[in-house]
């Protein structure tokens, strides 16, 4: 585990220092939980974007796109039922004056236990080799029953809670099993209250003629009151989808992890409007699909998890996650939920107009149901990073730091560097360069020597790095050189469009998608 942890650190670090990530407002000591993407984070930021966004739009007829506003109307926010109950509830330390998330604290608790199970069935298997039956191990085993069954009691206990709002009984949890603050280590808790995460500002500018409005904490509402527009503009049928890409602002009471848990992040969402009753197919279709998205950037299958919600909100008849497998564990990057007729129908109720579709093929008008797809630009460029950072040992004794990004979605897909600033090389490099850069996000270096330059080029995932020597002046051929195995290849000059088109191209991504 600490190893991991020094893991995430070291990514953190690489981050900032190649130009991926900057905590925000640096030189006035930062701001909680906001950061800055740098010249190479966007890149890559845009480039995932753009997959989600083309995978959504160009590969089904039925799903277009729309972007809007980030302050909507305060009603669209009651109607949602964000102001009401978009709340997490906190806890403070009266010693480290830290506050939590009274629910985390319990989760980790949780967690605990789990990891202390996990422990000794991996001791076991240790001890047992190949004849370890793990199943019967865990269901036999003294100890390993004693604790599931101390998880168990917590969890019902803790679920209970959850689902009945009841604070007081959060703060006996924390009391009962002697949860201790992680900085302080005391036990000198508050009370448990609600804490709503939307940030509220004015709009308006005379004092009187104010309102009071929020920063939105998610795209989605956006898409629910466009529906019509969208409908009755695009002559659209069900089924049919709408897309956004957009920030999405939450007062997070526990800001960690990096870009994990951010209080201003992007979402990247899709709404699915289905006939009532059919939603539950769509709802797996969408969960396939969406696995499928992931899957095909080959960082690893095993790298994910479906987990299904056991507890879902009012409103909703089915929902997921999809779970990655981060440096701390598994953790949510998308969510997939089947969110019936509730926001369209609020918004009717809430607005006063009429918000229907007329089937034609049923001659009858109602209020589609909804399968949602919502995912963190954010989290999803975390989780590249960590699957793609790795330190290697090289033989005699060097080492580097490679990242192995997918690669159509690496911000430099070829580095061009003339092996040295002399002897018509510089000018050869300018001419690939002119013919590569209309296609490909192309970096020209002549400074170092040229060890140093892949070194810097593998630290940003750079898939190819093009040399320039005394050959390619007098034959038009240049080394080709892999990031990841590091192999070195001659080709002809002509030939580079196709191979780097080949390795990176983002439609042969999408292609492994239909
Ligand atoms: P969590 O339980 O981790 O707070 P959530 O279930 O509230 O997440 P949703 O409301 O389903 O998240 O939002 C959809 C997606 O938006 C999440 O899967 C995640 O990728 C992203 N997301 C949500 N909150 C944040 C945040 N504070 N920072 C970065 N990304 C976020």
Same mark, same amino acid.
């Given at each position: ?11 953190? $670090? ?10 925000? !407002? ?28 083309? !995978? ?7 799903? @277009? ?14 109607? $949602? ?76 206990? #803790? ?45 308006? $500018? ?47 009471? @526990? ?50 998890? #479906? ?49 229907? #579709? ?85 970096? #020209? ?70």
């Amino acid at each position: 585990m600490a190893q991991k942890e020094d893991v995430f650190k070291k990514i953190v $670090s690489h981050a900032k220092e190649y130009g991926f990530v900057f905590p925000s !407002s640096e030189i006035y000591d930062g701001l909680g939980a906001v950061y800055d993407y740098g010249q190479n984070g966007v890149e890559l930021k845009n480039n995932i974007k753009r997959y989600w966004w083309e !995978s959504m739009t160009l590969l089904h007829e039925n799903i @277009v796109g729309i972007d809007s506003a980030i302050f909507m109307h305060p009603t669209i926010w009651k109607a $949602s039922g964000h102001v009401d109950a978009f709340n997490d509830p906190l806890i403070d330390n009266k010693d480290s004056k830290k506050r939590y998330r009274a629910d985390v604290l319990i989760e980790d608790e949780i967690a605990k236990i789990e990891e202390k199970i996990d422990k000794e069935v991996a001791k076991a298997a240790k001890r047992f080799g190949d004849s370890f039956d793990e199943a019967m191990f865990r269901q036999t085993n003294g100890r390993v029953l004693e604790h599931q069954q101390k998880r168990d009691v917590l969890h019902s206990r #803790y679920e209970k809670a959850m689902n009945d709002n009841d604070l007081k009984e959060l703060r006996q949890i924390i009391e009962d099993y002697a949860i201790v603050d992680p900085i302080s280590g005391t036990r000198n808790w508050t009370d448990v209250r609600q804490f709503n995460l939307m940030f509220k500002t004015q709009m308006g $500018s005379s004092a009187d003629a104010t309102m009071d409005v929020y920063l939105r904490p998610e795209t989605a509402q956006g898409i629910f009151v466009n529906f019509l527009n969208v409908q009755k503009t695009g002559r659209m049928r069900l089924p049919f989808g709408i897309a956004q890409i957009g920030k999405a602002f939450r007062n997070e009471i @526990v800001a960690r992890q990096f870009i994990f848990r951010m209080r201003e992040f992007e979402q990247m969402e899709m709404q699915f409007f289905v006939r009532p009753g059919e939603e539950l197919n769509y709802f797996e279709m969408w969960k396939e699909t969406r696995m499928k998205w992931h899957k095909a950037l080959g960082m690893g299958d095993e790298k994910y998890r #479906y987990h299904d919600h056991e507890k879902l909100a009012h409103y909703a008849n089915a929902a997921t996650d999809i779970e990655f497998q981060m440096p701390f564990g598994f953790k949510e990057v998308e969510g997939i939920h089947s969110r019936t007729n509730f926001d369209l129908s609020q918004h009717e109720k809430f607005s006063g107009k009429k918000i229907q #579709y007329f089937d034609p093929e049923l001659n009858e008008s109602y209020t589609p149901y909804v399968i949602e797809t919502s995912i963190g630009v954010d989290r999803m460029f975390l989780s590249v990073l960590c699957s793609s950072y790795e330190e290697q040992q090289l033989e005699g004794g060097d080492t580097r730091v490679v990242l192995h990004l997918p690669k159509a979605l690496a911000p430099v897909k070829c580095a061009i560097l003339p092996l040295v600033k002399k002897d018509g090389m510089p000018e050869k490099a300018r001419e690939i360069m002119d013919m590569l850069k209309f296609d490909f996000a192309c970096q #020209y270096e002549e400074k170092d020597s040229v060890g140093k330059r892949y070194r810097r080029q593998d630290a940003i995932g750079t898939p190819f790095c093009i040399t320039i020597d005394g050959q390619t002046v007098e034959d038009n051929t240049v080394t080709l050189r892999d990031r990841d195995t590091m192999q070195q290849e001659r080709v002809a000059i002509s030939e580079l469009p196709r191979i780097i088109g080949e390795a990176c191209s983002l439609n042969n991504l999408l292609k492994k998608l239909v």
